[in-house]
């Protein structure tokens, strides 16, 4: 009976199987509009779970015993949900976008690294005990060279799918910047964290891989601890990321913003009516000034189409949505700021009365637009403005 026990980091390891599978419960319950990306989430969790339980049985001295050792189905179904987290990853980021269709032929390519793996594991009958590096030498030549090649897809096509990953996150912020003037910056950053997270995580198990012949067996195994200790770091922080991109990040179905082509504004019907119609959004309607506008409730409020409005801003004005408003946001502070009315107003005063939310973004974009802090046009106009009146006085 004794040797059933498990040894206090393979009770971790049981303890992130329940917790994950908890979660994975959870967000199917959490409220939300777009449901495509929780499922996918909900994919991924699972792929944890058999991971975490099928490195369990493969490590775990009582299992190795056992009858299921000497079956192949253990290692395939390890190496089938290594291999695709990656996959499962991306697409998640991606549908947070825009849906995908995930039946399309093209999305199959994806699949061939995991196939590729079970199919060499169920052809050559590979066990538990063949899996353990240990016990190697006693393989023939192609059973080593068949494990050598299925370790050599688990631990490196990860890799290339936490970079593709991070491209699809820049993209997607790139995609909010044009429907949104403000985005959840504190979400994304999370976003940022959690991708890291796994690039560590799967960098290492790569630098693992090839450090394996060079370091001893204890090494290695203190290699394979920390790496199931940081899975359960990222699984936390990436259910965190998706319960509150559920809530926070895309809470309105996007619209997607077309890409600039020749000649479209000449091609739209009463396109200076429109045109007029964004000038007074701004002028009288002053529009910009709602921390949470975005494109599709401003085209609402003018009474033209959110496509439309997407044209116009980036081939007139030649920005996205998110430059136009905190651009015009901008303009209002520098008013603000020199305004005698708001003589008693401090600088986190003016940024909310002339529509940001964030004191970082306000001075991010401020600088950029106007080449100074808000603080320093202040003083610098104010001291100006002082010298007019001085001036004026005099003359009188």
Known sequence: MKNLLLNLHEVVIALTILETLILCIALGILPGVRKQPRRLLQVFFLLIVGTLTTTLITWNTSFQS???????????????????????????LRSLSCEIDLHHWRHG????????????????????????????????????????????????????????????????????????????????????????????????????????????????????????????????GL???????TRELLQQELVVAVEPEKDRLQEMPQVDKKLEAVEQGIREQRLHLESQINLERFAEQIGIKPRELSTIINDHYQQNFFEFINS???????????????????????????????????????????????????????????GVAAANQSAR
Request: aromatic share 18%; charged share 15%; glycine share 6%.
């Open 328 to 386: 015009q946001r901008v303009e209002e502070a520098k008013r603000l700021l020199v305004a005698p009315e708001c003589a008693g107003d401090t600088v986190l005063d003016i940024l909310y009365k002339s529509g940001f939310n964030s004191q970082s973004a306000f001075h991010r974009f401020f600088k950029r637009i106007v080449g100074i802090t808000p603080s320093e046009y202040r003083k610098k106009n104010v001291v100006s403005l002082a």
């Open 66 to 92: 056992m009858a299921v050792a000497s079956y192949p189905w253990v290692p395939a179904l390890l190496s089938a949900c290594l291999l695709l987290q990656g996959p499962v990853l991306f697409f998640y």
């Open 239 to 245: 259910f965190l990321f998706g319960w509150r991109n």
């Open 109 to 236: 390519v994806h699949l061939v690294p995991a196939l590729l793996a079970i199919g060499v594991i169920f052809t050559y009958d590979l066990s538990i005990y063949d899996w353990l590096p240990w016990h190697w030498e006693a393989l023939s030549a192609a059973d080593r060279a068949a494990l050598a090649f299925v370790w050599f897809l688990v631990k490196c096509s990860p890799l290339i799918y936490v970079l593709a990953c991070f491209y699809t996150e820049y993209r997607l912020r790139q995609r909010l910047k044009q429907m949104y003037s403000s985005i959840a910056e504190r979400e994304l950053r999370l976003a940022d964290w959690v991708l890291g997270g796994f690039f560590i995580h799967w960098l290492w198990s790569f630098v693992a891989y090839f450090l394996g012949g060079y370091v001893s067996g204890d090494t290695n195994d203190l290699l394979g601890i920390l790496n199931n200790y940081l899975t359960v770091l990222l699984v936390n």
